[in-house]
């Protein structure tokens, strides 16, 4: 690692090596299950008292917790919410893929499963209708909060503050005449979210692109990813896009209740 010249540059670069360490420790339990402080300061090259701090703080979060009486340490529950966080994400689309296949092939459009990646919608799975070939691969892609269908889904059940950093970080770029580019109208519109369950999109995002998206809820009712219904205007037109909205709350309410979620 490269040391900076100055203060700040000394202080960013050991916070980032501090960072690393730590994670180096994570890693080195998950390997061995258990291991001491000499154990951990011999793997990682540094002072046993440098190991011990690390392990200190980690066992401070609940990340690490010690194993016995001889002064070993193993992985804490502290991980847990992490790791469940992530495997949410992650079994949304095999929880969905089957009902947002049914969904494409009823509705023959192209749907989509997003969910939260910094200030952007990340396409996580995809499912294409009849009259969708040779259409756009969305998987992987990063797309807008404020200009897309599922990213207003994600962003209106985010808390104020939270949503207001994501926005500020992305700029609310203009990419059409009808992207909303202004904080307060789009809070407006994020109500409206909240209140009837699926956001619209019609040629925010792209020229000639329409969409609407509804939320997918985790077990403890949070929403933790949005699955939307998209296609060019020509075909999901407001007629289309309002008739494909019975169809997606049902299939997204499906996807909740084998994510288990049980509320109404």
């Keep these: 690692m490269s040391n900076s010249t100055g203060t700040n540059g000394t202080s960013r670069d050991g916070g980032v090596q501090s960072v690393d360490r730590a994670i180096s420790v994570l890693e080195i339990l998950a390997r061995r299950g258990e291991a001491g402080v000499s154990e951990v300061a011999s793997e ?6 440098t190991a011990f701090r690390l392990l200190g703080a980690l066992e401070g979060r609940g990340l690490v917790e010690q194993a016995t009486d001889r002064g070993k340490y193993r992985l804490g529950f502290g991980l847990i919410p992490l790791a469940g966080a992530v495997t949410d994400r992650l079994d949304v689309t095999r929880q969905g893929r089957e009902v947002c296949e049914q969904l494409a092939t009823e509705l023959s459009e192209t749907i989509n499963v997003a969910v939260l990646q910094e200030h952007y919608a990340v396409n996580v799975d995809q499912a294409r209708g009849p009259s969708t070939v040779g259409t756009n691969n ?3 892609r990063l797309t807008p909060l404020h200009s897309t269908s599922s990213g207003k889904v994600l962003l209106a ?5 939270h949503r207001a950093e994501l926005l500020a970080a992305s700029g609310m770029p ?5 992207t909303i580019t202004v904080p307060t109208t789009l809070d407006v519109e994020l109500a409206q979210v909240r209140d009837r369950g699926y956001a619209l999109t019609v040629e925010e995002y792209e020229v000639g692109l329409n969409a609407v998206a509804a939320p997918v809820l985790d077990r403890a009712g949070a929403v933790i990813a949005a699955v939307s219904v998209s296609g060019p205007s020509y075909r999901l037109d407001a007629a289309q896009l ?15 209740r ?7």
Excluded at 44 to 49: A, N
Excluded at 174 to 178: L, V
Excluded at 244 to 251: E, K, Q, T
Aim: aromatic share 4%; net charge positive.
């Design 138 to 140: 969305w998987i992987g």
């Design 174 to 178: 203009r990419t059409t005449a009808r």
């Design 157 to 161: 059940h985010l808390e104020p503050r």
């Design 242 to 256: 309002d008739a494909s909205i019975a169809p997606l709350l049902a299939a997204t309410a499906e996807i909740s």
């Design 258 to 264: 084998r994510m288990g979620w049980l509320g109404g």
């Design 44 to 49: 990682i090259d540094v002072h046993k008292s």
